[in-house]
């Protein structure tokens, strides 16, 4: 039986785009082909999954959501979840379900079916912050929180404040690198490192830490630690003095540079904030990095940075400069960093304060998507930071909730 030449070439069509008019008739082989930008839409009190083209025209709106009932679902997401920095080796979606749920959630962006829940609490609220993939059978996860009460066993890995290691597929906790021998004091008061996203640089990896007091209000210098998981230890540290929570980190699309931000410590003043906020650089890793630089925001804004930074290249990122809501409201504003004249660029894009949030730069498609979470028009928006005319479009990730998006990955 011949097929008529119309249906060849819907066919061929649909296969192209990787996505069709209804969810409900999407295969695997035509989501692998595009429907690679994964956005976690969130009003921190429920959460959904979208999926988007690279064109940034929707997918598929709900993967999962905080109400869904998939069989494989033991915990339901919840509102603070996140996508992993770096996409698993398998291409499943990865949520890190941050506090209190402490829950690694595996999806099949094909068809949403929930593959594996892997919770990393082990009896407190751990507060997982990233998961560093480093092979099918072996990751990393980091965990900001210190357990008060953790019990004299070593084997039951309930100490918290490291990197825990995990194998992936079966769920097993392997064990845990402490990071307690590398922590620092402010005038005897112990501070936690509270370790936060990881990025993979050729056979090593490096994680970034907050470095902050219990309550959040003091905190020592910048910390970048570059781990050998050959042995899973510490095989480098680097302090940035004048900087300080840093959360930020991401690897430089050729692979070979590093670009962390730190926001600086929010209980302080503003003034005193944007000066220990700014990012920082780390260049020609083979493995330990022959460059090193910094800059604090007080030298590229006038307010502190915010948490994600997307880069460029080796001398340009872009970040997101914080907004105010008091005593007199500014906005959220996007910047292009070029650490070689040390200058910020006004992108132009604006929203309310705090609500310019997660950054994904395609190196491919030369475009930038943005997470706007203003609740009076929650969009992603699509930006090429280099062009004269910067502004490319934007979309509704979440049109029949109207949830703002928040994180976002781009599945490799």
């Known amino acids: 039986m011949q097929t008529r030449p119309q ?22 082989q035509q989501f692998a082909l595009d429907c690679s930008l994964v956005v976690v839409n969130s009003d921190y009190m429920s959460s959904n999954i979208s999926l988007l083209n690279m064109d940034g025209s929707l997918c598929r ?34 949520l890190v ?23 990393v609490s082990t009896g407190f609220a751990a507060n997982p912050k990233d ?8 990751a990393y996860v980091t965990r900001a929180e210190r357990n008060p009460t953790p019990t004299p066993e070593s084997e039951d890995f309930d100490e918290g404040a490291d990197i825990l290691i995990i194998q992936p597929t079966s769920g ?26 990881m990025a993979r640089v050729g056979d090593q990896f490096w ?8 309550d959040f209000t003091r905190a020592g210098p910048g910390l970048v630690y ?5 042995t899973d230890t510490v095989a480098q540290r680097i302090a940035f003095p004048a900087l300080a929570n840093c959360l930020g980190l991401r690897v430089t699309p050729d692979g070979d540079g590093l670009w962390g931000v730190c926001t600086g410590v929010f209980a302080s003043q503003d003034q005193s904030q944007t000066s220990r906020s700014g990012i920082f650089y780390l260049g020609t890793l083979n493995p330990e990095p022959v460059e090193q630089w910094s800059i ?66 395609s190196s491919e498609s030369e475009v930038l998507f943005v997470a706007d979470g203003d609740v009076q028009r929650p969009t992603l928006l699509r930006v090429d930071p280099t062009a004269s005319q910067n502004f490319l479009g934007r979309t509704v990730s979440n049109p029949s909730i109207g949830l703002p998006p928040r994180s976002l990955a781009i599945l490799k």
């Open 172 to 197: 097993d906790i392997v064990q845990r690198i402490a990071l307690d021998a590398e922590e620092t004091s402010i005038e005897g008061e112990s501070l936690t490192p509270r370790p936060g996203q």
């Open 226 to 230: 570059r781990i050998d998981p050959n």
């Open 296 to 361: 604090t925001a007080d030298l590229l804004a006038n307010r502190p940075l915010a948490f994600d930074i997307a880069p460029i290249d080796s001398h340009r990122a872009v970040v997101v400069s914080l907004g105010q809501l008091n005593p007199t409201p500014l906005p959220d504003q996007l910047l292009l960093i070029d650490r070689s004249t040390e200058t910020a660029m006004d992108l132009g894009i604006y929203s309310a304060a705090y609500q310019l949030g997660g950054l994904a730069w």
């Open 207 to 214: 994680v970034v830490l907050a470095n902050l007091s219990a």
């Open 97 to 119: 379900d941050r506090y209190p749920n402490g829950t690694l959630t595996y999806l099949d962006p094909a068809n949403g079916n929930v593959i594996r829940q892997i919770n």
């Open 131 to 138: 998961v560093l993939h480093w092979t099918s059978e072996k």
């Open 61 to 94: 709106e709900s993967l999962i959501h905080s109400g869904s009932a998939d069989p494989g679902l033991a915990a339901a997401l919840s509102g603070d979840t996140v996508l992993a920095t770096e996409p698993s080796p398998d291409g499943l979606v990865v």
């Open 7 to 28: 249906l060849r070439i819907l066919t061929l069509m649909l296969l192209l785009l990787g996505c069709s008019p209804s969810d409900s008739v999407n295969t695997p």
